[in-house]
């Protein structure tokens, strides 16, 4: 009776102890388990770090300044002084328009006043002489009133005179067309031997000047508005951007070797484009810039000292079009958030709001997770190996 208990009792701690061997065995399984599920995922810590904003716009060349030669005095051309599509200096002379018409006309001027001096002198000593007879009472008073009216006479003859001198000379400058401006002409529409008027609609030939030369901008009303108030908001320093130089992309994609800078924007909006006209000034020493040719400016629109990048291949777009991101919390599990995007930069988006500098944006593994899953997170290069 005793021989059969003891079977018994040591089957039954047999038994306990394999059953307390398996509860244990099965908790370390649950743990591993959960260890297992959480996903290894590449993060990138997002950092704030000051932003220069650019702005891409297109632009057409314009000439800093354009003459159109016209004649001021009527006459034939007699020569043309100058190389077509050469360049010339201010002050230089183009066209000889003959002169003879006109120096005639100096030359009665000049006569004229010759006259006139002698007319006062005679005039004068007549005054003189009535004045000491009037105090004789050798001759009257109306005599010698009319002396002195024809001494003062005499006198307004010589500056009538004079003024038609200096007329004279003016035209006889005239004549000889010279370059109000310094820069290249191009062609003459006038030969030797033309017939020329005084302000006449035709010019003659046009200067322009290509060095400094002008780059005319056009900006959305919408972006300059809301520049403007990010400007006054604080979000972005505007003094950088005055004191920012111009870059140029010409026509073939190469950039242009000289730095311009930003003069003025227009003050109204163009109503049939919606648009505002901005002018730089770039040097033009090589000439390579001209007047009508298509270009890209690149113009610095502030500096935006918080920004965050986030990297397009982190961001999503869910069924509203809104951009997402994937975020690790700080239980190591996935949280979803909202982005608001200003622009790309480069490879980046400008994350104006949903991220914040510290967050860990998950990059790589994003196909294997959902949010709430537990994950493991290690900087991206770390996590593709480990995948």
């Not at 004789?136 to 009133?145: E, G, L, M, N, R």
């Not at 403007?228 to 505007?238: F, Q, R, S, V, Y």
């Amino acid at each position: 009776m005793q021989r059969s208990r003891i079977p018994f009792f040591a089957l039954s701690a047999l038994a306990g102890s394999v059953l307390l061997s398996g509860c244990g065995q099965s908790e370390s399984a649950q743990g591993q388990t959960q260890a297992a599920q959480a996903v290894p995922v590449g993060v990138i810590e997002m950092q704030s770090k000051p932003l220069t904003l650019t702005k891409e716009l297109p632009g057409r060349v314009a000439a800093s300044r354009i003459a159109q030669i016209r004649p001021q005095v009527n006459g034939i051309i007699q020569s043309r002084m100058f190389v077509e599509g050469a360049e010339v200096e201010k002050g230089q002379a183009l066209y000889q328009i003959d002169p003879s018409t006109f120096e005639a006309e100096v030359a009665t001027s000049k006569a004229a006043i010759t006259k006139a001096q002698a007319s006062i002198a005679n005039a004068k000593a007549k005054a003189e002489r009535y004045k000491e007879l009037l105090s004789i009472k050798a001759v009257s008073q109306q005599d010698y009133d009319e002396a002195d009216a024809a001494y003062k006479g005499a006198k307004a003859d010589l500056l009538t005179a004079q003024a038609q001198l200096k007329t004279a000379e003016i035209n006889l400058n005239y004549s000889k067309v010279l370059a109000p401006i310094s820069g290249q002409i191009g062609k003459s529409d006038v030969t030797p031997g033309a017939l020329v008027s005084a302000n006449q609609a035709t010019a003659l030939a046009t200067i322009t000047q290509l060095d400094p030369i002008y780059v005319d901008l056009t900006q959305s009303s919408s972006e300059l508005t809301r520049l403007k108030k990010a400007i006054a908001a604080g979000e972005l320093d505007k003094d950088a951007a005055l004191h920012s130089k111009v870059e140029l992309k010409m026509e073939d994609g190469s950039i242009y070797q000289h730095k311009g800078t930003l003069q003025f924007s227009e003050v109204t909006v163009d109503p049939s484009t919606g648009s505002v006209t901005l002018r730089a000034e770039f040097p033009n020493p090589e000439k390579l810039l001209l007047p009508g040719m298509y270009v890209r400016a690149v113009i610095v629109e502030g500096v935006k000292s918080d920004a965050i990048l986030a990297p397009q291949r982190g961001v999503s777009r869910n069924t509203k079009g809104e951009p997402t991101a994937m975020v690790v919390s700080k239980d190591n599990t996935v949280e979803a958030r909202v982005l608001k995007t200003d622009r790309t930069v480069g490879s980046n988006w400008l994350v104006t709001d949903g991220l914040n500098s510290g967050d860990k944006l998950i990059v790589e593994g994003l196909q294997k997770i959902r949010p709430g899953a537990p994950v493991n997170a290690m900087p991206a290069e770390s996590a593709a190996n480990s995948q």
